[in-house]
């Protein structure tokens, strides 16, 4: 299946998994994979909906946002599994990809990103607003590398009581970092009304420097 790759401009780097979020690997995934590559990582962000829609590309509001919705409720979870498996793999694989590989993801895709790292392979993981990691926490024992994860405090998708679950879940882990924003959710996307500046760069800044410390 198909996935967007984003070189940086030295050629090699450590290898970065991005996750998308319902919207498909849209014009604003794409971007952030270029963002990520002239920070200096191989960027691979898989086509997670390559089963049901292969290549699709939603935006945000009406009829394309009720698409990403049935697209989420039609996935297998299992399957998922697997391709996070077999994109990680192909990352690693990369003859670009010079050592380490952390995983990033945003909404639907911080969730598979916290998945991924718990199915190990993972050197470094950044959630942003992941919605239902707060129901899967079977598996954050699993979990062996430093995590991030970042919440809008006025996400009206994942309320401070979920938050408040997944804190607990990797209470006393010193590699364990949660971020909280005046901002809704997905205030990282400059393409949706919810987005937050100062918030993006402040996440942005606080991923780059957990990558930084732990993937070069």
């Known amino acids: 299946y198909d996935a967007y790759l984003a070189l940086p401009p030295a050629g090699r780097g450590p290898g970065l998994l991005l996750l998308q979020e319902i919207f498909g690997v849209n014009r604003h995934i794409r971007a952030v994979a270029e963002q990520y590559a002239l920070d200096g990582f ?21 009829a394309e946002r009720e698409r990403a919705m049935q697209l989420l409720a039609q996935a297998d979870r ?21 050592g380490r590989v952390g995983a990033l993801g945003y909404c639907m895709g911080g969730r598979l990103a916290y998945l991924a790292a718990a199915g190990g392979g993972i050197d470094a993981v950044s959630c942003y607003y992941g919605g239902g990691i707060q129901d899967q926490l079977e598996y954050a ?26 804190k607990a879940a990797f209470a006393g882990r ?19 009304a919810s987005y937050h500046a100062p918030s993006s760069a402040r996440a942005h800044a606080r991923t780059l420097e957990l990558f930084a410390r732990t993937l070069f």
């Open 141 to 166: 024992p699993r979990i062996a590398c430093p995590i991030q994860f970042h919440y809008g405090e006025r996400d009206a998708h994942i309320p401070m009581g979920a938050v408040e679950k997944v």
């Open 78 to 98: 299992a399957k998922l599994a697997a391709d996070l498996a077999t994109s990680l793999a192909a990352l690693r694989a990369r003859p670009e990809c010079a």
């Open 42 to 62: 191989v960027v691979l962000a898989p086509d997670v909906f390559w089963r049901e829609a292969p290549r699709v590309e939603l935006g945000y509001a009406g």
């Open 174 to 192: 010193a590699d364990a970092e949660f971020h909280l924003y005046d901002a809704e959710h997905g205030f990282n996307c400059w393409e949706r």
